[in-house]
Every structure is written in structure tokens, then in C-alpha cells.
């Protein structure tokens, strides 16, 4: 039996205080890291923190105007 992607929740992005912030749903996850060219696409900050419904949430604010997430 597949699963339907719809039924989870999607990633989100948000801008406060002049920091990105990086939310994503990962029940089965021990960690979660953002690789990314502001970063060189190494395991580096910024560190992610797990809520009780396996919500992962992490603030990055040394990105460029051009760096895609």
C-alpha cells in the first residue's frame, strides 16, 4: 500500500527578525541538518530541535539574497 505525500505535512520556510527559519515534519529522524552553498554543503549549524510531534525547526541567518533553499 503507497502512501499519499499530500497527507503530510510540507516543509516550511519563514523570515523573522532577519533569520530564516527552516521547519520540517521527520517522525522517524535522529537528527536533521541543512546542507546548502551557504554552507559548502557540509553538516555545519544550524541545529535543528525536535517538538513532540516530530517537528524539526532550525534558524539560519547568514544566507545571501541569491542562496535557494
Known amino acids: 500500500m503507497s502512501k499519499n505525500p499530500s ?3 510540507k516543509p516550511e520556510m519563514a523570515i ?3 533569520e ?3 521547519h520540517v515534519w521527520a517522525p522517524n529522524a535522529k537528527a536533521v541538518a541543512l546542507l546548502n552553498e551557504f554552507n559548502d554543503w557540509e ?3 544550524p541545529d535543528f530541535q525536535e517538538d513532540e510531534h516530530a517537528f524539526w525547526s532550525g534558524s539560519i541567518n547568514q544566507l545571501d539574497t541569491d542562496d535557494e533553499l
Do not use: A
Open 20 to 22: 530564516t527559519q527552516r
Open 7 to 9: 497527507k503530510y505535512p
Open 43 to 45: 553538516e555545519v549549524g
Open 16 to 18: 523573522k527578525d532577519g
